[in-house]
């Protein structure tokens, strides 16, 4: 099923995410694997935990220290996505990091943006909070501005959807903690309908304010030390975290087609509500989640009792868990040998709960486990719930890494998500056929051009360097041919304005060639034709010009991974400065003015125009300028300004009075 297309079946064939402790889905991997609790103390920049938190029950007070927290999350590439810095301190976090996330997911999985530029790609991404917005309002009406309008939620798919040009559909989905693996059902829905050729599914939640904290303080549904306790007897409820999470979906017979790099199969989802058959819309129910489950592997066409892994909602919570672990046995554990109980964990119990973002933090873990044929073990579970007949189901919690059964057919996972909104999810994955390699199609010895590039000179200089440690010989690019890593990087990555090529026949001569250490390749005598002609490719392309690649390597090549883009990050926050100035005197004018308005790097000669200052800026300027210089600007004046050296000249004439 894996290897052929059957109509239905939607290729998982990229992820990117940023995760407590894990900044990527290699790192998170390495995380799972070394048991790792990734929670920690509340960091100031967020609220005062110090002066929030009760260890008792009171009006106002936040029960628990710890969450989940990913790291810098006020950094952003402002430059790389064409803002200014008021821009950037502007946007909601939660945009900027998704912005970035998407982008390496795209990478991840072998797409040009600038080739699915104008295309129907569609947009799913699961969120539930407004933490900025709710913050810019907090602070009077007097400081609201329209700039506000751009972190309304809907605006978050949008983003993606307006930074890309993808033109098909770009929804956010709201159901609670169930949101974003209903993105991944809508998105998997959109593809077997023809809607769109390719989508990317998401999950984004920044936790800034403690309110709901409070809330749940006062529920008694947080849990008090900041950890999920999955299907332990100990289990005291909800410790949230930060998520940003990404999957690229594409039809399994375009992905084959087209010759990706296929992480996992989708081979079916459901979703449905629990209707009445609970005593309230907030408590979970059996029946709900039994009808879901069996919806799913009846869509995917898989019989239950041959599902080797779920990875649950494992909220750790006392409602919650065993409800699920009875379903998961009523449904999945029928008719399954005692000998192999099925596997569930939960990813939570790692980086705890993140809300709208978590189920999709679960099926990036799901495909890891299958690419991996390993289970990770799943934390703070010391003692088994007594309410869960562990022996009649059958189910294990693995303790330490667990391999998956070794059996005639591909592995198949499970993933489930369930909302506060009484939704549910399940969706199910098969684990990918493995590649067969294609076998060369030159002798070795041949020498390629490996192409690199990035938006500004510094992320240039840091790609170089990841690459050159990506093909040494203990890197990750040691495993793969010369000839697919020269072919991935010259039509599987964008290409930018800042360039680098070099010329090689093996990964110690690229490596030498990127680290300066070497002089040009000298191929072998029967490839010096081709080695000259290959440098002048080389040239061209530093140069800035258009080289058809496809010419060039002759014959498709197989997509392999590759280093990730540097992002060359800048704090951006309320209240504080951001330069962006190349380094000149922030104190004046002019550095002030092009510090707020420029949306790339410049020098004097720079024309105002190609750093983002256009019409509409100027007249935001003139406004700014009356209020700093306390004259009287002339907009006409002002408007006949061309370069970065006039504005500073001008501006310095504008000073001298007052000095």
Not at 134 to 137: G, L, P
Not at 499 to 509: K, L, W
């Given at each position: 099923?894996?290897?052929?297309?059957?109509g239905r079946s939607v290729a998982v064939i990229g992820m990117a995410c940023r995760l407590p402790g894990a900044p990527g889905t290699d790192e998170l991997w390495e995380l799972l694997c070394g048991g790792i609790d990734a929670t920690s103390e509340t960091p100031p920049e967020r609220y005062d935990v110090d002066t929030l938190y009760s260890p008792r029950r009171r009006p106002g007070r936040i029960g628990s220290r710890r969450a989940g927290y990913v790291d810098e999350v006020a950094d952003f590439d402002a430059e790389f996505f064409g803002m200014s810095a008021t821009?950037?301190?502007?946007?909601?976090?939660?945009?900027?990091?998704?912005?970035?996330?998407?982008?390496?997911?795209?990478?991840?999985?072998?797409?040009?943006?600038d080739l699915l530029a104008g295309s129907r790609t569609g947009v799913f991404v699961g969120n539930a909070r407004s933490d900025y917005l709710?913050?810019?309002?907090r602070q009077g009406l007097d400081a609201v501005t329209a700039a506000q309008f751009h972190n309304f939620r809907s605006l978050i798919p949008a983003r993606l959807s307006y930074e890309f040009d993808f033109r098909g559909p770009s929804e956010v989905i709201d159901t609670a903690c169930s949101s974003s693996l209903v993105a991944v059902h809508r998105a998997v829905q959109s593809l077997r309908a023809g809607e769109i050729p390719l989508a990317l599914a998401a999950g984004v939640n920044i936790k800034l304010r403690p309110d709901e904290g409070v809330l749940m303080t006062q529920a008694g549904t947080l849990a008090a030390d900041g950890r999920s306790k999955f299907a332990d007897a100990d289990a005291d409820g909800h410790a949230p975290s930060d998520a940003v999470a990404v999957v690229v979906l594409k039809p399994l017979g375009l992905a084959l087609a087209d010759g990706d790099r296929i992480r996992a199969v989708v081979r079916g989802s459901a979703v449905g509500n629990d209707g009445r058959t609970s005593d309230s819309v907030l408590n979970p129910s059996l029946a709900g989640q039994v009808e879901v489950l069996r919806w799913a592997y009846a869509d995917a066409g898989v019989e239950p009792g041959d599902v080797d892994y779920v990875e649950a909602h494992g909220a750790g919570s006392p409602a919650l868990d065993a409800l699920e672990l009875r379903a998961l046995g009523e449904v999945l554990g029928r008719g399954r040998p005692a000998e192999r109980p099925l596997l569930v964990g939960s990813v939570k119990t790692n980086i705890g709960h993140a809300e709208a973002a978590g189920s999709l933090a679960g099926l990036i873990k799901a495909v890891l486990c299958l690419e991996h044929g390993q289970v990770p073990p799943s934390l703070h579970l010391a003692t088994p719930r007594p309410d869960v007949d562990w022996a009649g189901l059958p189910l294990a919690v693995p303790g330490q890494v667990h391999d998956l059964p070794d059996l005639d057919r591909p592995a198949l996972a499970g993933v489930s998500g369930q909302g506060s909104s009484a939704l549910n999810a399940h969706v199910v994955l098969g684990q990918a056929s493995r590649p067969v390699a294609p076998p060369e199609p030159v002798a070795d010895g041949a020498p390629y051009v490996l192409a690199l590039s990035a938006r500004s000179p510094a992320a240039l200089a840091e790609l170089v360097r990841a690459y050159a440690a990506y093909l040494a010989p203990d890197g990750p690019g040691a495993e793969h041919p010369v000839r697919d890593i020269c072919w991935s990087a010259a039509l599987r990555r964008q290409h930018h304005e800042h360039?680098?090529?070099?010329?090689?026949?093996?990964?110690?001569?690229l490596a030498a060639a990127l680290a300066g250490a070497a002089?040009?390749?000298?191929?072998?005598?029967?490839?010096?034709?081709?080695?000259?002609?290959?440098?002048?490719?080389?040239?061209?392309?530093?140069?800035?010009?258009?080289v058809d690649w496809g010419q060039v390597f002759g014959l498709p090549g197989r997509y392999v991974p590759l280093p990730r883009y540097p992002w060359q990050t800048r704090r951006f926050w309320p209240g504080e400065e951001s330069g962006t100035d190349g380094g000149a005197d922030g104190g004046d004018l002019a550095s002030r003015v092009l510090r707020e308005?420029?949306?790339t790097r410049f020098d004097d000669g720079s024309a105002?125009?190609?750093?983002?200052?256009?019409?509409?800026?100027k007249l935001r300027i003139v406004v700014e300028l009356n209020k700093l210089s306390g004259g009287d600007i002339d907009p006409e004046e002002f408007g006949r300004?061309?370069?970065?050296?006039?504005?500073r000249r001008w501006t310095r004439a504008l000073e001298a009075p007052a000095r």
């Open positions: 099923m894996n290897g052929s297309d059957d821009e950037a301190v502007e946007l909601d976090p939660q945009q900027r990091l998704l912005l970035m996330t998407a982008y390496e997911a795209l990478e991840d999985a072998g797409q040009r943006p709710e913050s810019a309002f360039r680098a090529a070099v010329v090689g026949s093996s990964h110690e001569e002089g040009p390749a000298r191929p072998k005598r029967q490839w010096r034709e081709r080695g000259a002609l290959l440098a002048a490719v080389a040239d061209l392309y530093r140069a800035g010009a258009a308005h420029a949306r105002l125009t190609d750093i983002g200052i256009d019409s509409l800026a300004l061309r370069t970065v050296g006039e504005l």
